[in-house]
């Protein structure tokens, strides 16, 4: 396991429909994040899990958006009836909780076009 | 509320200029700070850090010093190469939360 692995690379949809993307974090790293970064922009933070538990959810994250991290390890994030705005580039991250001063290690992302 | 400014892009420099690229933060208490870089098609990178005032971060020739009294973090690299291009991102981050980002500075190196 040498980083974090998001799947898929790239995603097509129709507006209405429902999209879920997978992120795989590396093994040792207890903390697990998403990010939405849209063209031009910084990444924004979704939400944050710590082993399973899920600690905190920005604004950003409507009812339509969903994540789950059921076992600790691989993390799910769920769009349901997607909108064009949701069309961006989805990161995920993960980190030891040790290590307060360090960054995170991100993932390629999954760049979501809604059409 | 916590943030983080960055000067706006493109920058474009010829190969062998020196590149400065300016960030500014706001933050209660002391602040990681933190460059990622982000090469086409990739994910974000982290390029360097600093976790408290005067530490300078450095990596690949790029450095970047933490000056608290002007709360800023600006990257700089002596000379610049063609394999810089990409987009470069200033962070902060308080303790065990989240990562707040700058909405990136694009770099373009040309020979």
């Known amino acids: 396991d040498t980083g974090v692995s998001q799947d898929p690379r790239h995603k097509i949809t129709k507006r209405g429909q429902n999209v879920t993307f997978r992120c795989d974090p590396i093994?040792?790293?207890?903390?697990l994040y998403w990010y939405r970064q849209t063209l031009g922009q910084g990444p924004e933070f979704l939400t944050y899990?710590?082993?399973?538990?899920?600690?905190?959810k920005s604004r950003l994250l409507s009812d339509r958006f969903s994540a789950e991290r059921p076992k600790g390890s691989f993390s799910t994030l769920e769009i349901q009836r997607t909108e064009q705005g949701d069309s961006a580039m989805y990161l995920c991250?993960?980190?030891?909780?040790?290590?307060?001063?360090?960054?995170?290690?991100f993932g390629s992302g999954t760049r979501l076009t809604v059409v | 509320g916590n943030s983080v400014t960055q000067m706006e892009g493109p920058v474009t420099l010829s190969e062998e200029a020196f590149l400065t690229i300016n960030c500014t933060y706001t933050?209660?208490?002391?602040?990681?700070l933190f460059w990622y870089v982000q090469y086409p098609g990739e994910g974000l990178q982290l390029l360097l850090k600093?976790?408290?005032?005067?530490d300078k971060g450095s990596n690949k020739g790029f450095e970047a010093t933490y000056r608290k009294e002007t709360t800023s973090f600006h990257l700089e690299k002596g000379s610049v190469q063609v394999s810089d291009s990409a987009v470069y991102f200033c962070?902060?981050?308080?303790?065990?939360?989240?990562?707040?980002f700058g909405a990136g500075t694009r770099l373009a190196v040309h020979p």
């Open positions: 991250a993960s980190s030891f909780s040790g290590e307060s001063n360090y960054g995170y290690t």
């Open positions: 093994s040792e790293h207890n903390r």
């Open positions: 899990f710590q082993n399973e538990a899920q600690l905190e």
């Open positions: 933050a209660t208490g002391y602040p990681s």
């Open positions: 600093a976790t408290k005032a005067d």
């Open positions: 962070a902060l981050r308080k303790g065990y939360n989240k990562l707040i």
